[in-house]
Nanobody, 130 residues
């Protein structure tokens, strides 16, 4: 059982920055396949950024619209996944969810597939005003 605890988020003006963190516990190995999703009312939850750790190697995945503005990272010692968001736009406003996949294999293929997520965080609001 993987448990997730999100923190961060809030409100910022367009062009500003915000950070999100997700502390996790319960992965049986040191490797993780995790992601940040976001959702706005009436829309499907979409994967924003994903990360897979495999020993000393880390793989990063990004939604095209956030690539270059968002940075996902993982602190293996603190068991925390982070998302640094810069140059925020009003369309980035959403509830952001931390997500963890039980399986780390094929992470590249399913990191952003909501039905493949095993565990979800409680969600945190990000609001970007114009």
């Amino acid at each position: 059982q993987v448990q997730l605890m999100e923190s961060g988020g809030g409100s910022v003006q367009a062009g500003g920055s915000l950070g999100l963190s997700c502390a996790h516990s319960g992965y049986t190995s040191g490797d993780v396949c995790m992601a940040w999703f976001r959702q706005t009312p009436g829309k499907e939850r979409e994967g924003v950024a994903g990360i897979r750790t495999q020993g000393i190697t880390t793989f990063f995945y990004y939604l095209d619209s956030v690539r270059g503005r968002f940075t996902i990272s993982h602190d293996n010692e603190k068991k925390t996944m982070n998302l640094q968001m810069t140059t925020l736009k009003p369309e980035d406003s959403a509830v952001y969810y931390c997500a963890a996949h039980q399986s780390t294999t094929d992470c590249a293929a399913h990191w952003d597939v909501p039905r493949r997520v095993t565990y979800w965080g409680q969600g945190t609001q990000v609001t970007v005003s114009s």
